[in-house]
């Protein structure tokens, strides 16, 4: 199956300035690659997502780069503030489930922390 | 609309009992799925339905049933706990795997003893 790799496991930076979180994954065919924010104690929520038809996806202070031949994409947080601080992941689909949306391969998390 | 409900929140169970965790969505989604989060784990597909009456398996499927006999409800069933299998457990749906965005449940925190 889709195996995802997600880099640093946990990310401090100062409010105001940028995170990077990165992910790698195995199957060439994967074409869906979504971005989950985890606040503590609450559910999974979609923060971006992007289609491997374009190389970058862009929604205010949050931005997500596909490299296809690399075989990575990157989330991009600019201007950190306190609300920021949560676990993200990132995601692939499952060629198991059919590749679809419905099964996807997590990564195992980034706990981002903003230090005021 | 409530979104995905799931329940119990919260359950303590015996090695070798079993217990079924519900989970209910009121979008009309033709895809549901059950992950597990383990700590430094991410979330680990168990088992998924891309409709009523389809069911398949996940990345760990072992000791876990399911069924889909309608389009709103996906129970998860522990056949006989083992410890290993405390986690949080989250349900999820999907309008389509094209449009891709996965609804959360709020997650049911489930110890093995």
């Known amino acids: 199956g889709e195996n995802v790799e997600q880099h640093p496991s946990t990310l401090s930076v100062q409010e105001g300035d940028s995170a990077v979180i990165k992910c790698t994954y195995s199957d060439s065919a994967s074409n869906y690659f979504p971005w989950y924010k985890q606040e503590l104690g609450k559910r999974p929520q979609l923060i971006i997502d992007?289609?491997?038809?374009?190389g970058e996806k862009k929604d205010q202070r949050i931005a997500v780069t596909l490299n296809k031949t690399a075989k990575h994409f990157s989330l991009h947080i600019t201007e950190t503030q306190p609300e920021d601080s949560a676990v993200y992941f990132c995601a692939a689909p499952d060629p198991i489930s059919g590749g679809g949306a419905d099964g996807l391969t997590f990564g195992k998390g980034t706990h981002l922390i903003i230090q005021p | 609309n409530a979104g995905v409900t799931q329940t119990p929140k919260f359950q303590v169970l015996k090695t070798g009992q079993s217990m079924t965790l519900q989970c209910a969505q009121d979008?009309?989604?033709?895809?549901m799925s059950w992950y597990r989060q383990d700590p430094g784990m991410g979330l680990r597909l168990i088992h998924y339905?891309?409709?009523?009456?389809?069911?398949d398996q996940g990345e760990v499927p072992n000791g876990y049933n399911v069924s889909r006999s309608t389009t709103e409800d996906f129970p998860l069933r522990l056949l006989s706990a083992a410890p290993s299998q405390t986690s949080v457990y989250f349900c999820?749906?999907?309008?389509?795997?094209?449009?891709?965005?996965?609804?959360f449940g709020e997650g049911s925190r489930l110890t093995v003893l």
């Open positions: 979008m009309n989604h033709e895809y």
């Open positions: 339905s891309v409709g009523a009456g389809i069911t």
């Open positions: 992007i289609r491997s038809n374009v």
């Open positions: 999820a749906s999907s309008y389509s795997r094209a449009i891709g965005e996965l609804f």
